[in-house]
C-alpha cells in the first residue's frame, strides 16, 4: 500500500499549514474561527505583493460579519499564534496580522525556557516561570516519562497544559510522573485533564512530594483498615463504602477524634435498631462527641451515674417488676427514640 499524490501540469498555487495548528488548535476551535485563520493565513503566504488585504475584505470573501472576523482574531490572539499589528487609522478594524511559528513558540517555551522571550505569547508561555521545571534536561525527561506511560508522543497542548498544572499546583516533574503512572494502573485514563485532577487533589490535601505521597498512601492503607472494621462490625459485607459513608467516617475518626474501639462500641447499639446504618452510628457518636464520651471510661461513668438516678428513681414506688433486674443500655428508650427520630428525618 502507498500513499502518493497527483501531479498538475498547471500550478494552482498551495498553502503549507503547521501540523500543530491541525491537530492541538483546530479541534478547540469554531468552525468561523478556522475559516479566518486560514483565508488570512493564505493571504499571508501569497507572493503578490501588490494587493492589500483588509479584514473587511476578508469579511467579504468569506460571506461572514465582520464582528465574526474581529472575533476570530480575538479568539487566535488569546490562543498567543498571532499578534495584531495596529494601524494608525481611527478604524478600529483596520489592523494587519502577524501569524507566529508554532513550531518556534513550542520550542521557545519548552526547550529554551531560561531565555527570556521577547514575544508576548500569552498561550505558549505562562504569565509567570515553571516552578516545577527546574532545568531542561528535567523536562525532557518528564515528557520521555510520560510518553513512555502512555504509549504516544504528547501533544503540545497536552504539553502546555501539564506545564500550566504543574505552575498552578507547585507539583516537580516526578510528582507528575507519578500521577501518569496512578492513572494509568487504576484507571487506564490518560488524558491531561485527569492528570490535573490528580494533581489538585494532592495539592488539596497537602502532597507536594514523593514522600509526602508514601506518607499519605500509608495513612489512607490504615484508614482502609478501619472501614472495613467498622463494616464487619455492622454486617455490611461484600461492598466498599460510599462516598457519603467514606465521609462521615473521616469524620468520626478524624474531625472528632473518636478512638476506633470507641466506634466499634457505637456500632454495639445496632442491637436497638431494626436496620443498622451509618446514619443511626453517625447520631449516637455525634451525642457522645456534644456530651464529651470520648473514650470507653467515660461512658462506663455515664452508666453508673445512669444506674444511681434510675435507682434512687425506683425507691419512691415499685411495681411487681420491681424486683427484675436489667442491665441498662448505654440509651434510655426516649433517647434511643429521638436518635431513631433524626435518623428518619436525614432520609
Known amino acids: 500500500m502507498a500513499f502518493i499524490r497527483q501531479t498538475t501540469e498547471v500550478d494552482f498555487g498551495s498553502t503549507s499549514i503547521e501540523n500543530i495548528f491541525i491537530n492541538d488548535f483546530m479541534p478547540g476551535a469554531q468552525g468561523t474561527y478556522v475559516k479566518v485563520y486560514l483565508m488570512g493565513y493564505k493571504y499571508a503566504c501569497d507572493k ?61 517555551n519548552n526547550f529554551q525556557s531560561n531565555t527570556p522571550s521577547k514575544q508576548n505569547v500569552s498561550y505558549f508561555s505562562p504569565k509567570e516561570p515553571k516552578k516545577g521545571l527546574k532545568s531542561e534536561k ?32 507547585s507539583m516537580s516533574p516526578p510528582m507528575v510522573v507519578e500521577a501518569y503512572t496512578t492513572a494509568s494502573e487504576k484507571r487506564g485514563i490518560h488524558t491531561s485533564k485527569y492528570i490535573g485532577g490528580i494533581l489538585k487533589n494532592w495539592y488539596d490535601k497537602g502532597v507536594f512530594s514523593i514522600k509526602d505521597l508514601e506518607n499519605r498512601r500509608e495513612e489512607d492503607t490504615v484508614l482502609q483498615h478501619k472501614y472495613k472494621r467498622i463494616f464487619d462490625t455492622l454486617g455490611f459485607f461484600g461492598r466498599n463504602p460510599t462516598k457519603a459513608e467514606k465521609k462521615a467516617m473521616d ?41 464529651g464520651l470520648k473514650t470507653e471510661e467515660s461512658l462506663n461513668k455515664r452508666k453508673v ?13 415499685g411495681n411487681k417488676f420491681h424486683n427484675f433486674k436489667q442491665a441498662p443500655p448505654d440509651y434510655s428508650e426516649d433517647e434511643l427514640k429521638k436518635i431513631l427520630k433524626e435518623i428518619n428525618n436525614l432520609k
Not at 305 to 317: D, I, Q
Request: charged residues 30%; negative net charge; hydrophobic residues 40%.
Open 251 to 291: 469524620q468520626w475518626l478524624n474531625e472528632w477524634n473518636f478512638p476506633i474501639e470507641m466506634v466499634l462500641k457505637a456500632c454495639d447499639n445496632t442491637v436497638y435498631a431494626t436496620k443498622p446504618s451509618i446514619k443511626y452510628i453517625h447520631s449516637i457518636l455525634s451525642a457522645w462527641h456534644k456530651d
Open 48 to 108: 503578490d505583493f501588490g494587493v492589500k488585504i483588509s479584514n473587511k475584505m476578508l469579511s467579504r470573501h468569506l460571506n461572514l460579519p465582520i464582528e465574526d472576523v474581529l472575533r476570530a482574531w480575538d479568539f487566535w490572539e488569546s490562543k498567543g499564534i498571532i499578534r495584531k499589528l495596529p494601524s494608525d487609522k481611527s478604524d478600529t478594524s483596520d489592523f494587519g496580522i502577524e501569524f507566529l511559528s508554532l513550531r518556534q513558540l513550542f520550542v521557545d
Open 138 to 169: 528535567e523536562s525532557e525527561e518528564m515528557f520521555e516519562s510520560i510518553e513512555e506511560i502512555v504509549g504516544r508522543p504528547i501533544s503540545v497542548n497536552e504539553a502546555i497544559e501539564i506545564s500550566g498544572y504543574m505552575d498552578m499546583y
Open 305 to 317: 451515674v445512669k444506674k444511681a438516678k434510675a435507682s434512687a428513681s425506683n425507691k419512691g414506688g
